[in-house]
C-alpha cells in the first residue's frame, strides 16, 4: 500500500465512463462528487518530504441516471505552475524547504531570504473542496484558495484571504447553514495588530456572474479571540459549531511563530515549527454566533490534539460537541514518505506508540450559576458520561465520553449539522495512517459496522441522503475505493447507509489516486 500512496498520480482530463459491475447505482443519486489531496510527488530529479506536501490532484465522480463518469486533472496553482516550469520542486511546502539557485545572483538571493523570514505560503490547495457564495474552491489552511470549475475541474485563478479580511491562515474545514452561509475560522499571526483567532461568515447570496466577483468580498467579521500565547497561537484543522455557538478548541497543539520566523534561516521545514505541550491544557471557547461574544466561564480539559470535529448540538442548556482526539502529535510525522515507503511490517514496528484516534463526546453546561456547588458534575443529560465539574476558582473541568476508538475523517448526515444526531460515518485506522475499512457508528447502541475487502483502500465515507428521507441515515455512502493488487481496478463503492451493504461497485478504466477530503454537488446546485 505504501507504494501505492506515495507514487504520482496521472491526469484523467476528459470524462470516462465507469462500469456498473456489481448490482445498481440508484437512479435518484444525481450530482458531483469532488475529491482533493495530494497527487505529485516528485518533479523532474526533486522528491517531497511528506505526503502532505505532494501537488493537488482534484477527482470528480458524476452520477446521472445510474451511471459513473471519472475526470481528474492536477489544479493549475501558481505553485505548480512554477514547479512544472522549472521541472523540480521551486516552491516550499509543509514538510520541504526549498533553497535559492546557488547560481542566482547575490542581489536575487538576498532578497529571496529575505521575502522567508514571514514565509508567503504555497498556493498549493490539496485539502478539501470548499463552497463561499455560488463558488467552489480548491483549499488547505493557507492564506491563498484557488477557484476551481466544478464541472470541468479547470482552475480558474486564485485569491488571497488578505485581500477581504484580515487573515495569515485559515481553515479547509467551513460549516454551511441551512441558508447556504459559510462559516470558517482563521489566524491573524503577524501584520494584523494584535494576533488573533477570527471567526467570519460568507453570505449564501454573494456571487455575481457579470461581471464576475468573489464571494469573500462580502466577508462578515462574527468576532476575534485573542492567543492564549501571542507567540505561540493554538493549530486548529477544524472547529465546531451548533445552532447558536461557535465551539473552538484551543489546543496546546501550537505553532511557534519565532521558530517559523527563523525557519529558513535554520534549515528546518514549517511543519517542524509545530509542538504538542504534553504538561498543557486545551481550552474551549463557546462563542455566541449572533452576538459574536464568548461566554466567559473558563472550560478546559486534558492536552489532547484535535484535527477533526465530528458534530455539535444544543441540548436541554447544554453544548455538547464531538471529536476525534489524540494524545500527541505523531500523526504528522507518520506522513513523511520516507516513512510510507517502508515495508508494511516494518513500518508496524516503527509505528507501534501511534496514538490510536479516539471519538469524544464533551458536553459544556451554559447555565453556570456562581451558587453551584464546587466539585460537582453540572452535566445533567442522561445520555452521556460526559462530565463538566466546578473547580474553586470558577472553571470548570471537562472530561469527555469515548464513543469510539479507531476511527477519523468523520461524516454524518450534513441535514444533521449542528442538530441533535445519532450517526457518523468514517474511516477505520489502527496500526496505520491508511484506511482499509470505512465503518458507521451508532451513538445511541455503542455499535458500528464496517466494510473492508482486502487489499482495498477506501476513502473517506461520504453520506448523501435520498430524496425526501426523514430517517437520519436514509440514503447511500460514497467512497472512492483503490487497491494495492493490480487485478482490481479503482472503484466508486456506494454503500447502503442503513445496513452497510453494498449497493454498487463502479470500476474505473483508469489510475485513481488515494486522496483526502471533499464534497458533494446535487445536480440542481452544480449547474
Not at 119 to 136: A, E, S
Not at 327 to 335: A, C, I, P, Q, T
Amino acid at each position: 500500500m505504501q507504494a501505492v500512496i506515495t507514487r504520482n498520480g496521472c491526469e484523467t482530463p476528459e470524462p470516462v465512463k465507469a462500469e456498473v459491475k456489481a448490482g445498481s447505482v440508484p437512479s435518484w443519486l444525481q450530482g458531483t462528487l469532488l475529491r482533493n489531496g495530494p497527487g505529485l510527488f516528485s518533479i523532474g530529479n526533486s522528491e517531497y518530504n511528506h505526503w502532505f506536501d505532494g501537488l493537488s490532484l482534484i477527482h470528480s465522480f458524476t452520477f446521472s441516471n445510474g451511471e459513473v463518469t471519472y475526470r481528474s486533472k492536477f489544479l493549475k496553482s501558481e505553485t505548480y505552475k512554477r514547479n512544472v516550469k522549472a521541472n523540480k520542486i521551486v516552491v516550499s511546502e509543509f514538510g520541504t524547504v526549498i533553497y535559492p539557485d546557488p547560481c542566482k545572483n547575490i542581489f536575487s538571493r538576498t532578497f529571496t531570504h529575505l521575502q522567508n523570514i514571514i514565509p508567503d505560503f504555497t498556493d498549493n490547495n490539496l485539502i478539501n473542496i470548499i463552497r463561499y457564495g455560488q463558488d467552489y474552491y480548491a483549499s488547505s489552511e493557507i492564506n491563498y484558495i484557488n477557484q476551481i470549475d466544478p464541472d470541468t475541474l479547470e482552475t480558474i485563478g486564485r485569491i488571497n484571504y488578505r485581500n477581504h479580511i484580515a487573515l495569515n491562515l485559515a481553515t479547509a474545514h467551513p460549516h454551511y447553514d441551512e441558508e447556504g452561509n459559510t462559516y470558517n475560522m482563521g489566524s491573524a499571526i503577524i501584520g494584523f495588530g494584535r494576533p488573533k483567532y477570527m471567526i467570519f461568515k460568507v453570505p449564501a447570496d454573494t456571487s455575481d456572474k457579470n461581471p464576475k466577483k468573489p464571494a469573500l468580498r462580502k466577508v462578515q467579521q462574527i468576532c476575534s479571540i485573542p492567543f492564549r500565547s501571542s507567540l505561540c497561537p493554538s493549530y486548529f484543522h477544524s472547529f465546531g459549531m451548533t445552532e447558536n455557538y461557535i465551539v473552538f478548541v484551543e489546543q496546546p497543539f501550537k505553532l511557534d511563530i519565532l521558530k517559523l520566523a527563523t525557519a529558513y534561516f535554520r534549515g528546518i521545514n514549517w511543519g517542524s515549527c509545530l509542538k504538542f505541550d504534553e504538561d498543557d491544557i486545551t481550552l474551549f471557547h463557546i462563542i455566541n454566533i449572533k452576538t459574536g461574544k464568548a461566554i466567559s466561564t473558563r472550560f478546559y480539559t486534558d492536552a489532547l490534539v484535535v484535527f477533526h470535529h465530528i458534530n455539535a448540538y444544543e441540548d436541554d442548556g447544554h453544548v455538547v460537541f464531538d471529536l476525534i482526539s489524540y494524545k500527541d502529535s505523531n500523526l504528522y510525522n507518520m506522513f513523511y514518505l520516507e516513512n510510507l515507503k517502508k515495508d508494511t511490517s516494518h513500518f508496524i514496528q516503527t509505528h507501534k506508540s501511534f496514538s490510536p484516534p479516539s471519538c469524544q463526546r464533551f458536553v459544556i453546561p451554559l447555565n453556570v450559576h456562581k451558587e453551584s456547588p464546587r466539585g460537582c458534575n453540572l452535566v445533567t443529560l442522561s445520555d452521556t458520561t460526559a462530565q463538566a465539574v466546578l473547580q474553586e476558582d470558577g472553571s470548570i473541568y471537562c472530561q469527555p465520553d469515548t464513543l469510539f476508538e479507531g476511527m477519523e475523517l468523520p461524516g454524518i448526515n450534513y441535514k444533521f449539522n449542528a442538530k441533535k444526531y445519532r450517526y457518523f460515518y468514517g474511516s477505520r485506522l489502527e496500526w496505520s495512517p491508511h484506511p482499509n475499512k470505512i465503518a458507521k457508528f451508532d451513538i445511541v447502541t455503542r455499535k458500528h459496522f464496517e466494510w473492508e475487502q482486502e487489499n482495498c483502500y477506501p476513502s473517506e465515507p461520504v453520506f448523501v441522503a435520498s430524496p425526501g428521507a426523514v430517517e437520519e441515515d436514509d440514503g447511500v455512502i460514497l467512497s472512492s475505493v483503490i487497491s494495492s493488487d493490480p487485478s482490481i481496478s479503482p472503484f466508486m463503492l456506494v454503500l447502503n447507509a442503513k445496513t452497510f451493504e453494498e449497493l454498487a461497485r463502479a470500476s474505473i478504466p483508469t489510475t485513481v489516486h488515494i486522496d483526502l477530503h471533499g464534497l458533494f454537488i446535487p445536480a440542481a446546485d452544480s449547474s
